[in-house]
């Protein structure tokens, strides 16, 4: 999970990130979107461009 954290602060200078960046550190620590998305939240980092429309 800190290797998640880590990634996610790393790839969101401004406190924004990606959607796409978000499944690609989900996809590279084998973890879910889901758990990568609560991390976001609890990292208060904002998903952008979000694929499904969902953000």
């Given amino acids: 999970?800190?290797?998640?954290?880590?990634?996610?602060?790393e790839a969101s200078p401004?406190?924004?990130i990606p959607c796409a960046m978000a499944f690609k550190i989900a996809r590279e620590c084998n973890s879910?979107?889901?758990?990568?998305?609560?991390?976001?939240?609890?990292?208060?980092?904002?998903?952008?461009?979000c694929q499904l429309g969902c953000f």
């Fill in 1 to 9: 999970m800190e290797e998640i954290k880590q990634k996610l602060t």
């Fill in 14 to 16: 401004k406190g924004q």
């Fill in 32 to 49: 879910s979107i889901a758990e990568v998305g609560a991390l976001c939240n609890e990292l208060k980092i904002k998903i952008i461009s």
